[in-house]
């Protein structure tokens, strides 16, 4: 089989995107994922029987709706090259707008002996992706990393170990037995109600970092109520949620007594994040 029919078999038979299709089979060849004019520059070179069966596995794999990253391993966050299983949520390009906002919030100060650093934690983290991208952007913050999973700890531990970033890492339900009070609180909770029509097609990811109640808020419900508590005079609390969430998350917000409580749009224009201040 050439490269160009293995693509073609990909795309045309099994519904596979171009782009998808490429880089599975980059992944097959053992071929770094910027490498797609090689593809181009090789389309009539002859796979070796292994790397076709290899290449129309994972391309059949992924026509089942299994994320990309789950296939491949890796998927770039922020900048980051991320190593991604089944274990943790496939982090999206959307959350990069939640870093964003918290980037702006925390102020690049000089170091003083004075003043300690400023203190940030990741509420349920999955692979570390937000908490990882806020040290690797400011190094002088000092960033926590809480998820419920002994298994999506394990995976966010491997990558920042891989990518030589510091973090401190606690394994509990949201706030649960967190004392400690932080000038920022960041979090990508589930949102999805239990009974969301398109729930099944994320049936590969862990349920439990997806569904959150019936109305898709349980989580955030609890994420605003303990934070008060666990923030400095001051400090934020800037949440991820679904397409339809930001006003009743800001109202949510704003009766749980948060001041300044807005919503950010993702590049797509949606209100992808909402936040709110606590008085100080």
Not at 12 to 29: E, P, S, V
Not at 142 to 166: E, I, K, P, W
Not at 229 to 250: C, D, F, N, T, Y
Request: proline share 6%.
């Amino acid at each position: 089989m050439e490269i160009r029919q293995a693509l073609a078999t990909a795309c045309k038979t099994l519904g596979l995107q171009r782009l998808d299709a490429q880089l599975l089979l980059l992944h097959a060849l053992g071929r770094p994922a910027h490498d797609r004019s090689w593809l181009l520059a090789h389309d009539r070179d002859i796979l070796k029987p292994a790397q076709a069966e290899h290449f129309i596995s994972l391309a059949q794999s992924r026509a089942t709706g299994m994320p990309l990253a789950y296939l491949t391993g890796v998927r770039e966050f922020y900048g980051l090259v991320l190593e991604i299983d089944a274990r943790v949520l496939d982090p999206r390009a959307d959350t990069e707008t939640l870093v964003d906002w918290a980037l702006e919030l925390l102020p690049m100060d000089e170091p003083r002996r004075d003043r300690p650093p400023m203190e940030v934690i990741d509420l349920g983290t999955g692979s570390g992706a937000i908490a990882l991208a806020l040290k690797q952007q400011r190094g002088d913050l000092r960033v926590s990393a809480l998820d419920a999973s002994g298994d999506a700890l394990t995976v966010a531990q491997a990558n920042a170990h891989r990518l030589g970033l510091a973090l401190d890492f606690h394994q509990g339900n949201w706030l649960d037995g967190v004392a400690q009070r932080y000038d920022l609180i960041v979090s990508n909770p589930p949102y999805i109600a239990d009974d969301d029509p398109h729930l099944p097609d994320l049936r590969h990811e862990p349920t439990l970092a997806l569904a959150s109640g019936e109305d898709g808020l349980d989580a955030i419900r609890q994420i605003i109520h303990q934070s008060p508590s666990r923030l400095k005079p001051g400090g934020w609390l800037l949440l991820e949620h679904g397409w339809q969430q930001a006003a009743m998350v800001r109202d949510l917000l704003i009766r749980a007594g948060f001041c300044a409580a807005q919503s950010r749009r993702d590049l797509a224009g949606i209100e992808r994040c909402s936040g709110g201040q606590w008085p100080g």
